[in-house]
Structures are given as structure tokens and as C-alpha cells.
């Protein structure tokens, strides 16, 4: 079902580790995604904490073919509130609308079996569940489906896998899955989260940030750099992104565009509030009655710019 506006950009805390037995697990997986209508805040947050959870352990656990299984599950009953990677495809197949979140688990399946010497499981498997990804509109994920195919002909344990699987993943989810993103609660008066949270993420600790996309890491960079690495416009330091998809392209335009517009918008109302005060020679109170530097915007590294204040 499709939640309202309002409800997708409330507040998602980050979700505690979670420890399931086999049991539990294979309960919960089978479990739809969405039982009752999700018609309030609260229940929505519960939904996004569930799966989220399910899928950190599932991770934890390095269990690639529940981890796919819960995935495919996730775009199937969730893609009413998703982007798709590919357009024109139905948003609820995980093999068309998001191929290289199909690859991600079941390429690591792989990995596994070959490192444990297993090449005819592994070619087996390959024929069964990533054969038909190499027929997908993704250029990259047909290379890369490619390569895996080169791979276990040659019969090797020595696979260098440079991905971390587990982190792409969740990339993935957060990049084209908004509601399962999670949001930081910082607060400075008049600021709002900047736009280009969308696409990339940073811990509080860590100077720069991660492309959701491809996951590269931009040590000691402005996050606005992302503007570049997404468009192709390559610098000294900033390389162009090797999996950036038109869908991403129309969205960053859009942020920029509404961020832009947001923040010509309260330039003027600041600027209205100014004269207001000087020629009533009042001093207005911060809005909702709050002090300076104290109100319901976020800074610039708050998060997500889908994400609106944790009020």
C-alpha cells in the first residue's frame, strides 16, 4: 500500500542489533512485509524497524540466500514507495527494476561456494539465479554477471571480492527505498537537512562521505562534491560514478532545484521578518517560541533531505 507523504518523511531512528534464532528467522521472513494497514506514524516506524532488523541479522549472519529471498520480498511489497533503478519495467520484479540489488547476495553466494572449492554448486546455482541478470537493461550488472560466469569456469578459490556486500546493500535499500533510510536528529535553528543527503552518507565521527550509489568512500570532502561525482563532472580528486542510473540523475536535478528554491524562499522571509522588526522597533521572538539558534531545522549533516525535524 502506498503511505501518505507525510508519514514517509517522519522520523526513523537508527534500529539496535538484533539476535534471531533460526527459528524466529524463518517466521519472520515469511511473514508479508505489511500485515495491517499502516495508517500512522507509529506503525510505520514499527514496520521499517522490523525489516530492517530482520535484514541486520540476516547480514550478520552472512546467510546470502535468505539475504536475497528477504529482498526480493522487500521490492515486491514495498515498490508503491520506492524509486526504480530501471524505468519502464514493473517496480515490483527484483530482476528487471533492480538488477544490481538482485547481483549484490546472490554474486556473494557464489563467492562462498567458490572459496569452499564447491565450482559445481556454484555453476549450478549461477545457471538458476544470475543467468537471467545478464539480459538486464543494467550495463554494469551484465558485466558483472559476466565476469562471475568467467569466474567459476575457471575453477578458482582466489576470488577477490572488493565489495562489502553487506554495506552495498544497505546502500542500495537506503538510496532507492527512502522509508528504510535513517535520519540523525541534530537541530540548528533555520537550517533544514541539506539535499544532497539523499545520495550519500556520513558518520558524525567521518570527514566526507559515501556515494550510495557505488559505494566509494570520499575521505575529507564537501558532501556538495557529490553533485559532481553523480554528474560525470570530473575534478582532480573526484571521480565520475560508475553506477549512476537516469533515475538518480532526475532526482538529483530535483533536489538541487527544490533546495535551491527552499532556501531563496527563507532568505526573503528572513529578510521580510528584518524590516518587519526594525520598523516596529520589536524584537520578534524565535519561531515556536524557542531561543536563537534553537529551532526545528537540522544542520547540513542531519541526514536524508526527505527527512523532516524530529519534533
Partial sequence: ???????????????????????????????????????????????????????ESLLRRNDWLKVDEYLTKIVSENYL???????????????????????????????????????????????????????????????????LKVLISNRTAAVNNDVDTGMAIKDYIYLYYPIFRPDIRKRNFGRKPHELWEFAWRKNTVSGFRCFACHKVFKHK?????????????????????????????????????????????KIERGRMSRDTQSTGDEHPSPDGEEEGRGDGCTDSAGPSNAVPAC
Fill in 81 to 147: 514507495n520506492s524509486y526504480s533503478a530501471i524505468s519502464g519495467v514493473p517496480m515490483s520484479e527484483i530482476n528487471q527494476a533492480h538488477p544490481e540489488l538482485a547481483l549484490l547476495a546472490r554474486r556473494q553466494h557464489v563467492y562462498d561456494l567458490l572459496v569452499e572449492g564447491k565450482y559445481d554448486e556454484a555453476s549450478d546455482y549461477y545457471n538458476a539465479n544470475v543467468a537471467i541478470l545478464e539480459k538486464c537493461r543494467s550495463k554494469s550488472v551484465r558485466t558483472a554477471s559476466s565476469d
Fill in 222 to 266: 564537501k558532501l556538495t562534491m557529490i553533485e559532481s561525482h553523480l554528474k560525470g563532472d570530473r575534478t582532480d580528486d573526484i571521480t565520475a560514478c560508475p553506477a549512476v542510473t537516469e533515475n538518480v540523475l532526475s532526482r538529483l536535478q530535483l533536489a538541487l532545484d527544490t533546495g535551491a528554491a527552499g532556501r531563496l524562499s527563507r
Fill in 1 to 55: 500500500m502506498d503511505f501518505p507523504p507525510s508519514s514517509l518523511h517522519s522520523y526513523v531512528p537508527e534500529q539496535p542489533e538484533i539476535s534471531l534464532d533460526a527459528e524466529s528467522m524463518k517466521m519472520l521472513t515469511s511473514l508479508p512485509l505489511y500485515g495491517e494497514p499502516l495508517c500512522t506514524n507509529e506503525s510505520i516506524i514499527a514496520h521499517v524497524k522490523s525489516v530492517k532488523g530482520i535484514l
